[in-house]
Nanobody
Framework: EVQLVESGGGLVQAGGSLTLSCTTSGTPFGDFIIAWFRQAPGLEREGVSCIFRGRASYADSAADRFSISTNGHTAYLQINNLKPEDTAVYYC???????????????????WGQGTQITVSS
């Protein structure tokens, strides 16, 4: 059974940093792509970043302040210089994958964590 558990969210002042963790089980990383999505109130879920066999990709809005990585069966998303517009629930997601084809859409991911809230105060 595939399970994803996020942690590391919280309340932070603008300009601060956070590192989110996504602890997985049942997902051999070599066969799964791991992605981070976020959803702000009233907005659609949007992709932030993904990683597959060490290759990472970022949304245009995330390229300069976000960093995705993995270590063992845990994926991380480091966010620097947080801004109020980063306030959202952050989700990690996983999908079986055999070849790199980019981050794909949220609908392509079969497994999701419960989400972790980041609130950035100005």
């Amino acid at each position: 059974e595939v399970q994803l558990v996020e942690s590391g969210g919280g309340l932070v002042q603008a300009g601060g940093s956070l590192t989110l963790s996504c602890t997985t089980s049942g997902t051999p990383f070599g066969d799964f792509i791991i992605a981070w999505f976020r959803q702000a109130p009233g907005l659609e879920r949007e992709g932030v970043s993904c990683i597959f066999r060490g290759r990472a990709s970022y949304a245009d809005s995330a390229a300069d302040r976000f960093s995705i990585s993995t270590n063992g069966h845990t994926a991380y998303l480091q966010i620097n210089n947080l801004k109020p517009e980063d306030t959202a629930v952050y989700y990690c997601a996983a999908a079986f994958k055999s070849v790199w084809s980019g981050c794909d859409f949220a609908s392509d991911y079969q497994y999701w964590g419960q989400g972790t809230q980041i609130t950035v105060s100005s």
